[in-house]
């Protein structure tokens, strides 16, 4: 197992790489050029300026979280080659500089959701929080400006300007859209650059739906067991693979993550490892990382990772605000917290592999 820690470039991102590297057991800084928009390529050049800056703090940069699809691919429109082929040229371009894990979605429109960002703990903590009532009769403009007005001087991962400029449109674009188009537009794009991440050793690891069911009305079709058993077939390479978040699956009380690592542990190049508190009507609001504190086992998750043989990278996944920090930092992606959550991670991880 190889930890990494999510980092989001300087002048966007109130965590240095400096502080990164004092964290133990953190090799390497999971990246992303959040300034190019969806669709776009990467040039070798600014690759190669974080892969300097990296290096230079002793970090790799092995996994890159996100190369986004663009929705063109994902509606399966005519001008969706032009932007497959971007990809493939992106991915060329990250092999250069060793890139070895690519973190994608899949998700229409939106990627996570929540209704809050700052909902207080009982601890006078405060993390990001999910109500399925709440949501339910709200539209969403109302959503995307209460996401906006919480998100402080920070850019939100899946809430880009550039994307919520053209909402309405995008919306209507999926009027009518089923999860049978959407799947064959995945397949589609699976078949495209599938090889061409087996050309230069990079495997593809999608990342589940957040929350892992259909929200205002769009398809989500990677949210349960069944779902990652037939995207794993739609090509059938381990460069096809999975980033296996605990707390997007986790959410859905029906999910067994432990299940689900023995099942796909081979096609898992990346796990997401965070804890929920789940609640009997739907609602969820994300914790500490210590298995008393949510509704998963965060032991039994390891546990399992380790009897799978993983060796793959994981990050500590979204944290909760604490120390005061929830002013100074991007919702879900303080440094405390999620430093406390690798220290307790690897504090298990230490153990079972001691005791075995």
């Known amino acids: 197992m190889k930890m990494v820690f999510r980092w989001f470039g ?40 974080v892969k300097k800056q990296c290096e230079e703090s002793g970090l790799n940069i092995d996994v890159v979280e996100s190369v986004n699809v663009h929705e063109d691919i994902k509606l399966g429109l005519s ?3 032009k932007y497959i082929d971007n990809y493939r040229k992106t991915l060329k371009n990250l092999s250069k500089a060793g890139a070895k894990v690519i973190c994608y979605n899949f998700m229409p429109v939106f990627d996570w959701i929540r209704t809050d960002l700052h909902k207080k703990l009982s601890d006078g903590s405060n993390a990001m929080f999910y109500d399925k009532s709440e949501l339910e009769n709200i ?34 674009a999926y009027e009518g859209f089923t999860e049978e188009k959407l799947w064959s537009n995945l397949e589609y794009f699976l078949k495209c650059i599938i090889s061409v991440a087996e050309e230069y050793g990079i495997k593809m690891a999608i990342h589940p739906d957040d ?35 605990s707390g997007s699956l986790g959410s859905n009380k029906e999910n067994n993550i432990p299940e689900l690592v023995r099942e796909f542990g081979k096609r898992i190049h990346f796990a997401h490892i965070r804890n929920v508190r ?25 546990k399992a990772y380790y009897e799978v043989g993983f060796d793959g990278y994981v990050r500590p996944d979204h944290g909760r605000h604490i120390w005061g920090e929830e002013t100074r930092c991007r919702p879900g992606y303080g440094l405390y917290d999620r430093a406390l959550g690798i220290m307790y991670i690897l504090g298990i991880w230490d153990a079972i592999t001691r005791n075995k």
């Open 10 to 49: 300087e002048g966007n991102d109130n965590i240095s790489l400096d502080q990164i590297r004092q964290i133990p057991g953190v090799e390497g800084a999971v990246w992303s050029l959040h300034d190019i928009s969806a669709g776009a390529e990467w040039p070798c050049s600014r690759i190669l300026e």
């Open 79 to 81: 001008t969706r080659d």
């Open 139 to 172: 539209s969403s403009d109302e959503l995307i400006n209460r996401i906006l007005e919480s998100s402080g001087n920070f850019t939100i991962p899946g809430w880009e300007p550039e994307r919520l400029s053209v909402i309405k449109n995008t919306f209507k």
């Open 211 to 245: 929350p892992p069911w259909s929200l205002f009305g769009l398809p989500r079709i990677v949210s349960n067991r069944n779902n990652i058993k037939k995207l794993l077939s739609l090509v059938d390479s381990e460069y096809n693979g999975l980033t296996l978040c």
């Open 278 to 302: 789940i609640y009997d009507n739907g609602n969820f609001i994300e914790t500490s990382h210590r298995t008393k504190d949510g509704s998963l086992d965060i032991y039994e998750i390891l």
